[in-house]
């Protein structure tokens, strides 16, 4: 898959993310204490896990989830998503993330990643938010002992988009983060730019945060 390919790929109008009630085939998200709101399809499912504010897996396709990671209030003071610096430096940024949550001591691994995309978008409610695309595959070896390059033969673990929406309020920086399997991507663009375009910060009384 070419970056310009998922890059052509129309988006979604952005009056799915201002409809209320949520628009057919959507659950909207609310969280009221910390300060956002998002869309996410009505056929996946709430994860409890350590780590993420919120999450939701897809039960029809276990690898594709989106979770939101907010920032420590008591460490964090941040003014605009333009704090982290350009698209370019965002993007780089988010993918660094990535690589060392997904980084692997078995031996022999390898991984391939690229910034897709990494681009400023003022949204309706007229905060700045950055969306950052990922493309990143994995690599394992089929015998990571074996000695001789002939032992260890290199084979795809698997390939995945990356997408990560970034916004700026109450001084803390909100992450937005969907993953899903490259092969199953275009099947499912247009629910996922939709749960991405969705997603909202807002400011929340001193006292509550």
Same mark, same amino acid.
């Given at each position: 898959m070419h970056a310009a390919l998922i890059l052509s790929v129309v988006r979604p109008a952005e009056v799915l993310?201002? %409809?209320?009630?949520?628009?057919?085939? @959507?659950? &909207?998200?609310?969280?009221?204490l910390d300060g956002y709101t998002y869309l996410y399809p009505k056929d996946w499912l709430p994860v409890t896990t350590a780590g993420a504010d919120s999450f939701y897996r897809n039960q029809n396709n276990l690898e594709e989830n989106l979770f939101v990671d907010i920032s420590s209030p008591s460490s964090s003071n941040y003014a605009s998503v333009k704090d982290l610096g350009n698209g370019d430096d965002i993007g780089k940024r988010v993918l660094d993330q990535y690589l060392v949550e997904f980084m692997s001591t078995r031996l022999g691994v390898r991984r391939e990643s690229e910034v897709v995309e990494s681009t400023f978008r003022e949204a309706p409610d007229g905060k700045l938010y950055c969306d950052v695309m990922l493309r990143l595959k994995s690599y394992v070896n089929n015998n990571q002992?074996?000695?001789?390059?002939?032992?260890? +033969? #290199? @084979? &795809?673990?698997w390939d995945r988009i990356l997408l990560a929406t970034l916004g700026v309020a109450n001084r803390r920086l909100y992450q937005l983060r969907v993953q899903t399997p490259t092969a199953t991507f275009f099947d499912d663009v247009e629910r &996922? #730019? %939709? +749960?991405?375009?969705?997603?909202? +910060?807002?400011? +929340?009384?001193?006292?509550? &945060?």
């Amino acid at each position: 898959m070419h970056a310009a390919l998922i890059l052509s790929v129309v988006r979604p109008a952005e009056v799915l993310a201002r %409809t209320t009630p949520p628009p057919p085939g @959507y659950r &909207l998200h609310r969280d009221r204490l910390d300060g956002y709101t998002y869309l996410y399809p009505k056929d996946w499912l709430p994860v409890t896990t350590a780590g993420a504010d919120s999450f939701y897996r897809n039960q029809n396709n276990l690898e594709e989830n989106l979770f939101v990671d907010i920032s420590s209030p008591s460490s964090s003071n941040y003014a605009s998503v333009k704090d982290l610096g350009n698209g370019d430096d965002i993007g780089k940024r988010v993918l660094d993330q990535y690589l060392v949550e997904f980084m692997s001591t078995r031996l022999g691994v390898r991984r391939e990643s690229e910034v897709v995309e990494s681009t400023f978008r003022e949204a309706p409610d007229g905060k700045l938010y950055c969306d950052v695309m990922l493309r990143l595959k994995s690599y394992v070896n089929n015998n990571q002992y074996g000695i001789t390059p002939e032992e260890r +033969v #290199q @084979y &795809l673990e698997w390939d995945r988009i990356l997408l990560a929406t970034l916004g700026v309020a109450n001084r803390r920086l909100y992450q937005l983060r969907v993953q899903t399997p490259t092969a199953t991507f275009f099947d499912d663009v247009e629910r &996922l #730019q %939709t +749960v991405r375009d969705s997603f909202r +910060v807002m400011e +929340v009384e001193e006292d509550e &945060l």
